[in-house]
């Protein structure tokens, strides 16, 4: 690790999740506890999946067959679960394995899951979809050990799910899909997707990754190929939406810590996305308004096959976590490797 005032890198791993002291990194198919109280990393066990494990000890390589952990999270009872290539897996304390506990069949794999108050947790299909089958939302109520299907999008509905995600202020579980337009969906479950309230429902205004939540609003970035992006929010009571800023191009990655929200828009060549350069903006809702506060540049390899330009953001187990974290992709400089900035150094 290197330091400079207000600032960490972590050279070759990528921090996933960031907790109350600690961290949590990946080292393409390994897992590392990183303690403040000692500032190392320790090694702490590994996913078990022989074909893709030996493709992710190489960043080119792993990059090329998309074998990398790609989320993240330690349950509320302690239990760690991550997404890979092809699977779900959950950690194994005695044999220190991840173990897969789904496997997925369409598609690479989900873009996130998310746990509920009661400890259920849920994860949308993500996969390809030119002939808009029907599209699932799984659940598990023994923390990952067995899934079943708690809904189901209908054929020529929507293409796929972008993400769930748990909503602390009123325990509901909010869903958003895409992509084109009239296939974007923002809405909500109470009741373990006994029924779904569709809130939005329309063109790329509505496309999203990532969904972050205030008592009174919330907050996002569009993920459209084909209209100009945009950081927006809307009023939890009124639904009224309103533009916060203009931004270079769609986001994927994108994350709440305390009352700031960060963003890292995707070098996603388009003919409305022309930049080359991944940007992370910053949201502070103590102001209202938001700020681009750093970019990296795309790298050489072309995008098809080796991953489009952009940030990751950690997952935070403490919402009142003092830095910022998050690894660079398919970007120059910080390619498979972590940034730490102070968050309290990016208020103006």
């Not at 961290?23 to 990393?41: M, Q």
């Not at 779900?88 to 369409?106: M, T």
């Not at 899909?177 to 063109?203: H, M, P, Q, S, W």
């Not at 100009?228 to 994350?255: M, P």
Request: glycine residues 6%; proline residues 1%; hydrophobic residues 35%.
């Amino acid at each position: 690790m290197s330091q400079q005032q207000g600032k960490k890198f972590f050279r070759n791993i990528r921090v996933v999740e960031a907790g109350k002291g600690y961290l949590i990194g990946a080292k393409g198919y390994r897992f590392y506890r990183y303690n403040y109280a000692d500032s190392n990393w320790k090694y702490f066990g590994k996913i078990t999946d022989l074909k893709y494990s030996l493709a992710s000890r190489i960043r080119l390589i792993s990059r090329l067959f998309r074998a990398e952990v790609y989320f993240y999270k330690t349950l509320s009872d302690g239990n760690k679960i991550a997404i890979a290539r092809k699977g779900l897996f959950k950690y194994d304390e005695e044999s220190r394995r991840f173990r897969k506990c789904f496997d997925i069949i369409r598609g690479s794999r989900p873009l996130n899951f998310c746990e509920d108050k009661e400890g259920n947790i849920y994860f949308g299909e993500y996969y390809h979809n030119a002939e808009r089958n029907s599209v699932h939302i799984y659940m598990s109520e023994d923390k990952g050990s067995s899934w079943k299907i708690a809904y189901t999008f209908p054929e020529k509905s929507i293409r796929h799910i972008h993400g769930v995600y748990y909503d602390k202020y009123t325990s509901a579980v909010w869903v958003s899909t895409g992509d084109l337009n009239g296939e974007c969906i923002i809405g909500y479950t109470t009741d373990k997707f006994a029924t779904f309230n569709t809130v939005f429902r329309g063109g790329q205004e509505y496309r999203v990754c990532n969904l972050l939540f205030f008592e009174d609003k919330i907050v996002y970035a569009t993920d459209s190929e084909t209209d100009h992006n945009y950081i927006r929010r809307f009023d939890r009571k009124t639904l009224e939406f309103e533009n916060v800023a203009s931004i270079q191009s769609s986001v994927i990655s994108s994350v709440k810590v305390g009352d700031k929200c960060f963003f890292s828009t995707t070098v996603e060549p388009s003919s409305v996305n022309m930049d080359q350069k991944a940007y992370i903006w910053m949201y502070d809702d103590k102001t209202g308004k938001a700020r681009m506060i750093d970019s990296f540049q795309k790298d050489k390899f072309n995008h098809i096959y080796f991953q489009f330009g952009m940030c990751q953001f950690a997952e935070y187990a403490d919402q009142e976590h003092q830095w910022l974290y998050y690894s660079g992709v398919a970007v120059k400089k910080i390619d498979g490797s972590s940034v730490g900035v102070e968050i309290s150094s990016l208020v103006q």
